[in-house]
């Protein structure tokens, strides 16, 4: 058994990836004794998103099928950009997703002291020095692909004094810029970032773990690999963009006295369709108000995708399917509303819910009079037993299911055709009632008392079938309708000179009020998730209360990708 606690893949079992292939591998073999150990880096720097996920069901999922761990480590070696409020929601985010670090949380900064140390080993052994060169200058003698870089005046200083200048950067001694601490490798190395690199810089900022302490932090480069290293991480896996990074990371480990070496395996990130993956774009977003927050639920973010009412499941499954892969690549959003669809057509309750109304009066129907209809709260699912549903003269239904002038093949509503009540009677169109301005306002219809329950003793046949609720029962809600956040497939694509955002799609975000849902919904709890009947998966939002009923809508019921997948094969 696993130490963690961590999800089942309920998705079907495929043939192994190209990185669980290579731990299968290392463990026949005996490296590392058998053992797997992975970690989750985030940077504290913004909410978590579905790439995220991604790298996460990659991390917790390997240590969950080889019986080890995954370590959760902050990556706070950037001392101004950390936030509690990041730390506290992309742990919130991993536990959402079913992950469990158990005791095994750490940050970068908790190594800010044996880093210093791996530091002066590398002066000392004539591998690292300290350079007075400007950041311009530093770009200038790096060279560019083509051309190989100039060695900086300062790469030959002796070791004693670079020790000198260093202790003199660590404890403030110098202004930000002054100088930096670099590794001596190879100034002519095809991978720049073999050329020199900073590992260490001036920065006179207070940090949330270590205070005042430093004036110097490591960077990224630097701090990473040795991290993993000291933490005896046997795998560490990262997205594609270190591949080029890697040989640095072997380079610093090969050059430091350390027990353990780490395997770095790279997987391409995930992009999908109609949103942006970025953290800094998903800031502008929320900065600059276009969305109302991190956990807007049109958001990709995670928080953003629990308040739209994504199951965390449904993800799961999502990342199961993409699987792991070496190629970058945009996956369409509709297959994950494929697996959204598919965990809660299993698990959400049916209801009626009128999101636009028009007014019904069956005019042959007593006027006190009110019938109970049972009906199955889920299909799918036997043990969600029934519920009762009120019927009585005046009715709701949809605006959009009656039409005056009907096209040809239209099912629904128009005057003098019959159609079925959800559960109830038939009904046929009688009347219509307008306003002075032309606008429909009522119907007057009338019932066949034979056909309760939904069918006639002389069998008659009609198209439609109407979701409907009883004016006298139903209760008031504010529906959230979405669509996607972008309104182009890339969203990254953009004329030149124009901000990302000239994509956002204006009408990603609909406010429906005074829709009429079943009495049975007055007590919804923030997060329950219902499907109303022919409209859609909807959670109650957030911040719905009693007597102000929210709902996000979180998916449609028509699976565009499934079907698409199914053409294809
Ligand atoms: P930044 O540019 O701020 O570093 P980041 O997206 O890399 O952004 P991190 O907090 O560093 O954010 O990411 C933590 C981990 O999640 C990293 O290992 C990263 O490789 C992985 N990750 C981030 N975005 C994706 C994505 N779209 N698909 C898969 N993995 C991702
Ligand atoms: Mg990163």
Known sequence: MSEQNNPESTAP???????????????????????????????????????????????????????????????????????????????????????????????????????????????????????????????????????????????????????VLFEKMATGGFPEGACTLRAKIDMASPNINLRDPAIYRIKHASHPHTGDKWHIYPMYDFAHGISDALEH?????????????????????????????????????????????SKRKLLQLVKENFVSGWDDPRMPTLCGLRRRGYPPQAIINFCNRIGVDKTNSTVEIEMLEYYVREDLNKSALRVMGVLKPLKVVITNYPENQVEEFTAENNPEDA???????????????????????????????SPGKEVRLKHTYYITCQEVLKDADGKIVELHCTYDPESRGGSTPDNRKVQGTLHWVSAQHAVEADVYWYEHLFSKANADDVPEGQPFTVNLNPNSLTVLTGCKVEPGLANAKPGNRFQFLRQGYFNVDLDSKPGHLMFNRIVGLKDTWGKAEKKQK
């Open 233 to 277: 991480i046997t795998h560490s896996i990262c997205t594609l963009e270190f591949e080029d990074h890697r040989p640095l990371y072997d380079w610093f480990l090969d050059n430091i006295t350390i027990d353990c070496h780490p395997q770095q395996i790279e997987f391409a990130r995930l992009n999908l369709t109609y949103t942006v993956m």
């Open 13 to 163: 079992v495929r043939s192994l990836d190209f990185i669980r292939k290579r731990i299968t591998e290392d463990v026949k073999t005996g490296k590392n004794q058998g053992q797997v150990i992975t970690r989750f880096p985030p940077e504290p720097n913004g909410y978590l998103h579905i790439g995220h996920a991604k790298s996460i069901n990659i991390n917790f999922g390997i240590a969950r099928d080889f019986n080890g761990r995954c370590h959760l480590r902050f990556d706070d070696t950037n001392p101004e950009k950390e936030d509690m409020e990041y730390i506290n929601s992309i742990q919130a985010d991993v536990k959402w997703l079913g992950y469990d670090w158990g005791i095994h949380r750490y940050n970068a900064s908790d190594y800010f002291d044996k880093l210093y140390e791996y530091a002066i080993e590398l002066i000392k052994n004539g591998k690292a020095y300290v350079c007075d060169l400007t950041a311009d200058q530093v770009r200038e003698y790096r060279g560019t692909l083509t051309e190989p870089g100039k060695p900086s005046p300062f790469r030959n200083r002796s070791a004693e004094e670079s020790l």
């Open 383 to 413: 043990t969600a037993g029934t519920r009762s549903i009120s019927f009585s003269r005046t009715l709701y239904i949809e605006q959009e299911d009656f039409r005056e002038d009907p096209p040809k093949g239209y099912f629904r509503l």
